[in-house]
């Protein structure tokens, strides 16, 4: 399987982006596809995740309420619209496919990662 992540960029405090992450293959709907951040000088964190099935989806906190995940299987993509945006927010984004946790060590496929900018 291989990820492509797209739609970061230079958002302003306040702001919203939606990530795009398209899979190749034909068995994207066995995976559960998550989201995770980076910023600088920090571990990579869990930010979201959806089940295969699309039925049931996952949130770190600090997110639930301004971020939502979704997947479209019939085109082997994942999203996560992201709206009220913090500066602190400011990392590199990778979507990832495996077995659900939020820990990274659970997927085993990677994006190579989209930078989203938050200024303040």
């Known amino acids: 399987v291989q990820l492509q992540a797209s739609g970061g960029g230079l958002v302003q405090a306040g702001g919203s982006l939606r990530l795009s992450c398209t899979a190749s293959g034909r068995t994207f709907n066995s995976y559960t596809m998550a989201w995770f951040r980076q910023a600088p000088g920090k571990e990579r964190e869990f930010v979201a995740a959806?089940?295969?099935?699309?039925?049931?989806?996952f949130y770190t906190d600090s997110v639930k309420g301004r971020f939502a995940i979704s997947r479209d299987n019939a085109k082997n993509t994942v999203y996560l619209q992201m709206s009220s945006l913090e500066p602190e927010e400011t990392a590199v984004y990778y979507c990832?496919?495996?077995?659900?946790?939020?820990?990274?060590?659970?997927?085993?496929?990677w994006g190579q990662g989209t930078l989203v900018t938050v200024s303040s």
């Open positions: 959806i089940a295969g099935s699309g039925r049931n989806t």
């Open positions: 990832a496919a495996g077995t659900y946790s939020r820990n990274k060590s659970t997927y085993d496929y």
